[in-house]
């Protein structure tokens, strides 16, 4: 029971909890909706209910095979996902790295809670800086040059020559 | 003879001196984005769509079409050069590419893959002008309960032709629904799902969506595989080196190749959902049929590296066919396109080419400048696009990030939008890891509102009553096409396995009559399976 639990793929199965639940939650609010206009015709909830509903069926019918693969391969003795990974047409991963993956989204954030607060510039410039010591660490000079000339370029290319309005926080004036 | 004559009118419509300058910079930044590792065309349109916004459509569309032939080409250089394809419609480019460039005939494979790329869309701009007007004749006929067919045909042939897994690529596509369902509701005025929030009331915008998918999407998947790590073995390459022009035997071997990978990618592109990693595969898997000497396939064999680049090329001009004249995107990266037809107020379908022939015919002339002017850019700027190849990835990874969150910024200046687009960067990673399918979510985001409105135009017109589906001789026939097209979602792997097994045992009778070894017959079968994750990310 145990080897059968630790056998589960858990963050697979952790993925398809949270879509299932977002579509839970986006088909009890289409169930909220009019299913049919005031005047016969097709209402705003129409859609929605059934996109929801057969999501909802289509994410446990995944589940459901994702855990009978898993249990039938932990019963053969099996611990190895390849097979399950092949059937469910995915690429069999080799060696990866989660940990860089979760620091690149937590710069991710940072470069978007600091984008309008800081200027477009100022937080590419920071955001660089963070992203490049993770993935390209020891090479400090390549680093500060590429995060400082490239979201300078790129701030020439959007906001001078396309006007694209970019934030100009606390440091540039709004040109 | 009318149609090359709005052909060459189309072409002579965008022959101005912006235009070709416009051209010369779509392909420059389309290859730029091409040669960066897992960005492909749908990716370089989705992360370059922002900076066209500030011009007309024509050039927009003309820029955008330069960008669209410069990325795929830009997945070739890395294909031949790194044995790294930018994106899966270049994985066959690799088999017999790379090889070459490991004989030191990186230069010969280059320039012969960029003459294929040219020869095709040669042929499928003349197919286009020949087929899209009889096509978009027919699609005229079409009311709401047809145009809502085709997009639920168009759907499922995605799913069924895509991946091994037609149930993620459901799901997936029934997100990108879900997310269609996002603003107010246009006959009642109610708001949907927009908690409040004003940025939502006209929906969530494709291009963030996009971006975060193709764009951020991609470079976390690359960072979670280690590209990071990856120091490339990289081929050398110059214009100057004796060896960098094809042989006349080269010129020679490649005739036929060329030919039948246009015509086969353009019409496998033509089909929603064919796509070009598939023409390309089954482009190479002909090539190896037909060939005297199926031996020298994935050993630096000519034809095996540009009857798939011909092919790749095709379907691109293919795909243009049901999205020009029925408003359907056959690949991620026309779905892309439409976003941009949509954001400049032009709706693709069978009344585009007779409201809008300049439109319609420029952008077809165009795709063949984008052709004309990839071929005499690549030849004197390969070396230099490979250099950016030899760029690693830790460094353009980052680079690539701030351009999206840019980028997506610069659309409507919205801080939402930019918070949209690295959710979806996110999501995009999960569904690349999980096995769904990212195109078809975003395909699906496109096509959703069209597939709504089209079902409440039904309903009006019938009353609320569905019988008008088996009513109208059409609509009758667009349904059993889906009834055709769930069967084979259902029988399609036991006939695939069925014809595979059929083709290896021919095949293995022709190699032994010509006394090849078995084992290097699989060894080569091997090689020519592409990750099926790869082959259903192009869509």
């Known amino acids: 029971m145990t080897a059968r639990w630790e056998s589960l793929p858990v963050t697979r199965l952790l993925f398809l909890l949270f879509l299932l639940l977002s579509a839970i939650a986006y088909t009890v609010m289409a169930f909220g909706m009019e299913w049919r206009s005031g005047s016969g015709q097709i209402g705003p909830g129409f859609f929605p209910r059934i996109v929801g509903v057969v999501t909802i069926l289509g994410i446990l019918a995944i589940a459901v095979r994702v855990l009978t693969t898993r249990s039938e391969s932990s019963s053969s003795g099996s611990t190895v996902d390849a097979d399950e990974e092949a059937e469910l047409g995915i690429e069999g991963d080799g060696r990866t790295d989660a940990w860089v993956t979760l620091l690149a989204v937590g710069c991710m954030v940072v470069f978007y809670v600091v984008f309008e607060p800081l200027g477009a510039l100022l937080a590419s410039v920071l955001f660089l800086a963070l992203l490049l010591s993770v993935v390209n660490r020891g090479h400090h000079r390549v680093n500060v040059a590429v995060s400082l000339l490239v979201p300078g370029g790129m701030f020439l290319l959007f906001d001078v020559l396309l006007d694209a309005g970019l934030p100009p926080g606390l440091v540039l004036p709004p040109m | 003879m009318d149609v090359f004559g709005q052909l060459l009118g189309g072409i002579a419509g965008v022959l101005t001196p912006t235009n070709l300058l416009l051209l010369a910079a779509g392909v420059l930044m389309g290859m730029v984005v091409g040669v960066m590792p897992g960005l492909g065309p749908s990716a370089g349109l989705a992360i370059l769509l922002p900076v066209t916004f500030g011009l007309d459509p024509t050039s927009a569309i003309v ?14 250089i890395t294909s031949v050069l790194i044995n790294t394809p930018g994106e899966s419609a270049t994985v066959a480019t690799t088999f017999d590419g790379y090889p070459m460039a490991k004989q030191g005939r990186a230069g010969p494979a280059l320039v012969l893959a960029a003459v294929a790329s040219f020869v095709a869309g040669t042929i499928g701009a003349i197919l286009i002008s020949l087929t899209a007007p009889a096509v978009a004749s027919v699609a005229s006929t079409f009311g709401p309960p047809e145009i809502f067919l085709v997009v639920v045909a168009g759907l499922l042939t995605l799913i069924v032709i895509v991946g091994r897994n037609r149930l993620l690529g459901a799901v997936s596509a029934l997100v990108g629904f879900a997310m269609a369902t996002v603003g107010i509701d246009i006959t009642t005025g109610e708001q949907r799902y927009t908690f409040g929030s004003p940025e939502l009331i006209e929906g969530i915008d494709f291009v963030p969506v996009a971006i975060g998918i193709f764009g951020v999407g991609e470079i976390l998947w690359s960072l979670y595989n280690r590209g990071h790590k990856q120091d490339v073995a990289y081929r050398k390459v110059s214009v100057r080196s004796r060896g960098f022009w094809p042989t006349r035997g080269d010129w020679k071997e490649s005739r036929g190749s060329m030919g ?56 691109s001009a293919g795909s243009m066919v049901p999205l020009l004249t029925l408003g359907i995107p056959g690949s991620s990266a026309t779905a892309v396109l439409l976003g941009g037809f949509l954001i400049w107020g032009l709706t693709p379908g069978p009344l585009l ?74 999501l995009g990673f999960f569904m690349r890891r999980y096995g769904f399918s990212p195109a078809a979510l975003v395909i699906a985001l496109v096509l959703g509102p069209m597939a709504e409105e089209t079902l409440r135009q039904t309903m009006l017109i019938s009353g609320g009553s569905f019988d008008i589906f088996v009513e109208r001789s059409t609509s009758l026939a667009l349904l059993g096409f889906i009834a055709v097209l769930c069967l084979l979602g259902f029988a399609g792997p036991l006939i695939s396995r069925t014809v595979r097994g059929r083709l290896e045992q021919r095949q293995r009778q022709r190699m032994a009559e010509s006394g090849i070894v078995d084992d290097q017959a699989a060894e080569h079968d091997a090689a020519e399976e592409p990750a099926p994750d790869q082959r259903q990310a192009d869509v």
């Open chain 2, 260 to 315: 039948r990978g246009s015509v086969v990618g353009f019409f496998v592109g033509a089909i929603p959902g064919g796509g070009a990693t598939v023409a390309s595969l089954m482009s190479y898997s002909l090539e190896k049929g037909i060939s005297r000497q199926p031996q020298r396939f994935g050993k630096g064999a000519v034809p095996g590296l540009v009857g798939p680049e011909a092919a790749n090329n095709g379907a």
């Open chain 2, 63 to 76: 820029m955008l079409a330069a960008v669209y032939y410069g990325a795929m080409y830009g997945g070739t």
């Open chain 2, 353 to 426: 080419m007779e409201q809008e022939p300049d439109f319609a015919w420029g952008l077809i002339g165009s795709m063949y400048l984008g052709n004309v002017m990839l071929l005499v850019l690549n030849i004197f700027c390969v070396p230099a696009f490979a250099s950016i190849a030899r760029v690693p990835f830790r460094i353009l990874g980052p680079i690539v990030i701030v351009l999206c969150v840019i980028g997506s910024y610069a659309v409507n200046g919205s801080i939402v939008e930019v918070g949209i687009m690295l959710v979806c960067g996110v």
